[in-house]
C-alpha cells in the first residue's frame, strides 16, 4: 500500500542525505520525494511516498525517527489528509489540438502557463492520480516534457506537524 | 575565560569529557590537533601501527569499561581505514567517537590530497555524524557527539574537522557546556507500565518459559538485575554471541550460548518453549535460524530500548520500549505483587525435559589420538589457568566460537568479540584495548593464525606501551570456518581456504618485534606451556598452538530449518 510520510528535518548540511540513504541502505523504496524549508528557517519539511504493507512501514518510521536530525514525523496516510502534487507539462499543440488541449486543462482545472505557436506549457495541481489521469486524457498529443514535484500534503482538521 | 584555539578547544573538550585515552595515528590534516595533544598531558594518546587498529582498541576499552572510546585519524587513507572498525562498533552497538582530520574548508569538494567524504563514507554505519563548520562550535560538537554515543542505543559517532578549524593562530572564547539538549532525540527511560504487566502475567503463567538475553543487557549494566529475575523466577536462561557473561556461566540455571553453535539444551528450550523473554536481543539471523519455524509454539515478549529492534524480524506478542535496568526493575516488583504465582510442578516438569536435553552433553570433548590438541581443549585449558577471570578477546571464526562455548564467562563485559559485523583483526588490538584500561587484568586474545595477520603490526605498538596481552593462536594451518563449511557444503573443495606452506614462523615473528613466542604441539605439555606463558606477567606471549586441523564446531544449525534441527557432531544430527 501506498504512505505518504511527511517529516520535519533539522536545517542541516547532511540531514536530506541520512534520510535518503536510510532507504537506500534497508531496501525502501522512494516513489517520490518533496523537501523545502518552512516558517521556521531551522527546520524544513520533507515528504516522501513509499510502498509498502504495514510492518515494512512501521519499520521505515521506526528507523526514520532513529535520525538524530528528524525531528517530528507523520504518516498522512494513517488519517484524513490533503495531499497535492504540481506538474508542469510541454506539449506541442498546433491547429485543432490547440483547442482541444486547452479543453482538457480546463476541465482538470490546470493552466496554460506558457503559450508560443506552436507549443502549450500547463500547470496542474492536484492528487497524483489526478495528474495521471490528465497524461492519459492527453495521451494522444506530443507531450515534449513533464517536470511533476512530488506529493505534498497536511492532516485534515487540527491534528498539525509542529515541534 | 580562556581563549583558545581548534585544536587546544578539541583536546580540552575531551578532557572535559573525561577521556583518559585516544587512540590514533598522526597526518597532515590532524597537525595542528596532534600539536595541541603535545602541549597537554591531561589526555594520553596511543600511537597505532594502522588505524583500524585505533578503532578497535578503542572499541575493547569501550566494550570492557563501558565508557566510549576514543580515536583520531587524519583524513583520507585514515579516515577510511577507521570505517571498519566503525561498522564493526555500530553493528554491536558500542559508545565511540571517531575524530576525522578533513582538508581545509576552501579544498573540500575539489579532489585535494588526502580528501575524502568521510561523513558520506561512514554515514549508514554510525549513530551520527558532524562536519564541525567553526572552531567555536567544537564545545558543543564534542558534548552532543559524546551524549548521542554513551545514551539511548550506543553507538559511533564521527566528528569530521576541517584543518583550517584547528589552525593554532585562530584563538576563541572556550567555555565546556554543561548539558545538552537535542529537540529530535530523546531517549526511552522507563517502559509502558501497562505493557510490563502484560510481560508478567504471561511469564508466571508460563509452563516452559526460557529467558533469552543479549549484548543489550551488558551495554546496559543490566545483569545483576537479569540475575535476581531468574532466580526469583527459576527459569532457565541462554545468551547470544553477544550477551555472554551477562548471566553467570557456571550457574546451574544457565543452558548456555543459544543460535548457531549454541548447545542442544539452549536451542531445543528455545523452540519447545511456550514464553520467550527476549532482552536487549534482535532475534538475528545467527539466533532463529528459519524465521518461519523459529519457536512455534512460544509467546515472545520482547525488551529493547531501540523501538525499531522490536517486530524487525519476529513479532513481538508484547514489545516493551525502555532501558533494560528500567524494566528489570519494574518486572522484579510486579512479580512481588502480582497474584499469579510461578507454576512450580511444570516449571520442575520443564527443568526435567531440560536436563534430558542437557544429558546429551552437546560439548562434550572427544580426545584425538597421538597427542594431538583439539581446539576445545586450548579454551578449556586456558579457563582453568586464568581461573575463569580473564577478559577475553577474540576474532572471528572457528576460535571465536570455541572460546564462545568453552569459556564459562561469570561476570559481564569480559568477552570481548566482533559479533554483528564478524570481523576479523579485531581481537588483537581490542585485546589492546581492554590491557590499557586494567593494566593489571589479564588480557587473552583468543585467535587464528588468520585472523592474527589482519592486525599482526599490533605487536609493534604492545612493545611501545608494554601491554602484556596474551595471544592464544589456535592454529589449524587453515581458514577453519571456511574449511568446516567446505567441508560440510561444497564436497571439501578448498577453496582459497588453506595455505600451510606459506605460513609465517609466529614464534620468530613476535620475537622481531621483542615479544616472547611459546610454540605448543602435543597436548601432553599443553597445562605446563600455558601455565609458564601465562607467568610472564609483564611480557606479551603469542602462545602458538598447533591443533587438531581437521576439527568442525558443533552443534551447528541446519541452514533453513528450526532452532531444534543441529549438526551435533560429524555423524549425527537431530
Given amino acids: 500500500m501506498r504512505h505518504i510520510i511527511s517529516m520535519l528535518l533539522e536545517n542541516e548540511p547532511g540531514a536530506l542525505s541520512r534520510v535518503v540513504g536510510l532507504f537506500s541502505q534497508r531496501n525502501y523504496n522512494i516513489e517520490s520525494l518533496t523537501v523545502a524549508p518552512t516558517d521556521d528557517h531551522t527546520l524544513s519539511r520533507l515528504t516522501i511516498t513509499t510502498m509498502g504493507d504495514d510492518r515494512k512501514i512501521e519499520q521505515i518510521t521506526k528507523h526514520l525517527n532513529k535520525l538524530v536530525d528528524v525531528v517530528k514525523l507523520v504518516d498522512l496516510t494513517e488519517g484524513a489528509h490533503i495531499e497535492r502534487e504540481l506538474m508542469l507539462i510541454k506539449v506541442k499543440a498546433t491547429g485543432a489540438q490547440r483547442d482541444e488541449i486547452k479543453r482538457t486543462t480546463d476541465i482538470f482545472r490546470g493552466q496554460v502557463v506558457d503559450v508560443t505557436s506552436t507549443i502549450y506549457s500547463i500547470q496542474l495541481v492536484g492528487t497524483s492520480e489526478k495528474l495521471d489521469g490528465f497524461l492519459a486524457a492527453i495521451s494522444g498529443t506530443t507531450i515534449l516534457e513533464v517536470a511533476r514535484t512530488g506529493v505534498s500534503g497536511i492532516s485534515r482538521g487540527e491534528k498539525v506537524l509542529s515541534v | ?574
Avoid at chain 2, 517486530?311 to 524494566?327: L, N, W, Y
Avoid at chain 2, 557444503?489 to 581456504?497: C, I
Fill in chain 2, 1 to 574: 575565560m580562556e581563549h583558545l584555539s581548534g585544536g587546544e578547544m578539541l583536546m580540552r573538550a575531551l578532557h572535559d569529557e573525561g577521556v583518559e585515552f585516544i587512540w590514533g595515528y598522526p597526518g597532515g590534516a590532524v597537525l595542528h590537533i596532534y600539536d595541541a595533544l603535545f602541549k597537554q598531558d591531561k589526555v594520553e594518546h596511543i600511537l597505532v601501527r594502522h588505524e583500524q587498529a585505533a578503532t578497535h582498541a578503542a572499541d575493547g576499552y569501550a566494550r570492557a569499561t563501558g565508557k566510549p572510546g576514543v580515536v583520531l585519524v587524519t583524513s583520507g587513507p585514515g579516515a577510511t581505514n577507521a570505517i571498519t572498525g566503525i561498522a564493526t562498533a555500530y553493528m554491536d552497538s558500542i559508545p565511540m567517537i571517531v575524530i576525522s582530520g578533513q582538508v581545509d574548508s576552501s579544498l573540500i569538494g575539489s579532489d585535494g590530497f588526502q580528501e575524502t567524504d568521510m561523513v558520506g563514507i561512514s554515514r549508514p554505519i554510525v549513530k551520527h555524524s558532524f562536519m564541525v563548520q567553526n572552531p567555536e562550535d567544537i564545545p558543543m560538537v564534542v558534548k552532543k557527539a559524546f551524549y548521542l554515543a554513551t545514551t539511548g542505543r550506543p553507538g559511533p559517532v564521527v566528528i569530521d574537522i576541517p584543518k583550517d578549524v584547528t589552525d593554532p593562530s585562530r584563538k576563541f572564547k572556550y567555555q565546556y557546556p554543561e548539558s545538552v539538549k537535542l529537540r529530535s532525540y530523546s531517549v526511552p527511560g522507563k517502559g509502558h507500565t501497562g505493557q510490563i504487566k502484560k510481560a508478567v502475567e504471561i511469564l508466571l503463567a508460563a509452563k516452559r518459559p526460557v529467558i533469552y538475553t543479549g549484548g543489550g543487557v551488558v551495554l546496559g549494566d543490566g545483569s545483576a538485575l537479569l540475575t535476581e529475575l531468574a532466580k526469583v523466577l527459576g527459569y532457565p536462561v541462554t545468551n547470544t554471541l553477544m550477551g555472554l557473561g551477562a548471566y553467570p556461566a557456571t550457574d546451574k540455571q544457565f543452558l548456555g550460548m543459544l543460535g548457531m553453535h549454541g548447545t542442544y539444551e539452549a536451542n531445543m528450550s528455545m523452540h519447545f518453549s511456550d514464553v520467550v523473554l527476549g532482552i536487549g536481543v534482535r532475534f538475528d539471523d545467527r539466533v532463529t535460524n528459519s524465521i518461519a519455524k523459529f519457536c512455534p509454539g512460544a509467546k515472545i515478549l520482547h525488551v529493547d530500548i531501540d523501538p525499531a529492534s522490536i517486530s524487525k524480524t519476529v513479532m513481538a506478542d508484547v514489545p516493551i520500549v525502555g532501558s533494560v535496568t528500567s524494566v528489570l526493575e519494574e518486572m522484579l516488583e510486579l512479580i512481588k505483587q502480582s497474584d499469579t504465582k510461578v507454576d512450580r510442578p511444570a516449571i520442575e516438569q520443564w527443568w526435567k525435559q531440560i536436563d534430558g536435553w542437557r544429558e546429551k552433553d552437546s560439548l562434550k570433548v572427544n580426545p584425538a589420538p597421538d597427542d594431538v590438541i583439539k581446539p576445545q581443549q586450548v579454551i578449556q585449558c586456558l579457563y582453568d589457568i586464568t581461573g575463569g577471570d580473564a577478559y577475553v578477546s577474540s576474532d572471528v571464526g572457528q576460535h571465536q566460537m570455541f572460546a564462545a562455548q568453552y569459556y564459562k564467562f561469570d561476570k559481564p563485559r569480559r568477552w570481548i568479540n566482533s559479533g554483528g559485523l564478524g570481523t576479523m583483526g579485531f581481537g588483537f588490538p581490542a585485546a589492546m584495548g581492554v590491557q590499557m584500561a586494567f593494566p593489571d587484568a589479564v588480557s587473552v586474545c583468543v585467535t587464528g593464525e588468520g585472523s592474527i595477520q589482519m592486525n599482526i603490526q599490533e605487536l609493534a605498538t604492545c612493545l611501545q606501551y608494554q601491554l602484556p596481552v596474551k595471544i592464544v593462536c589456535l592454529n589449524n594451518q587453515a581458514l577453519g570456518m571456511v574449511k568446516q563449511w567446505q567441508d560440510m557444503q561444497y564436497g571439501g573443495r578448498y577453496s582459497h581456504s588453506t595455505y600451510a606452506e606459506s605460513l609465517p614462523d609466529f614464534i620468530k615473528l613476535v620475537e622481531a618485534y621483542g615479544h616472547v613466542g611459546v610454540r605448543i604441539e602435543k597436548l601432553s605439555e599443553l597445562k605446563q606451556k600455558m601455565t609458564e606463558a601465562f607467568a610472564l606477567k609483564d611480557r606479551l606471549v603469542f602462545i602458538d598452538v598447533m591443533v587438531d586441523p581437521m576439527e568442525h564446531v558443533y552443534p551447528m544449525a541446519i541452514k533453513g530449518g528450526a532452532m531444534k534441527d543441529m549438526y551435533l557432531s560429524k555423524t549425527e544430527r537431530t
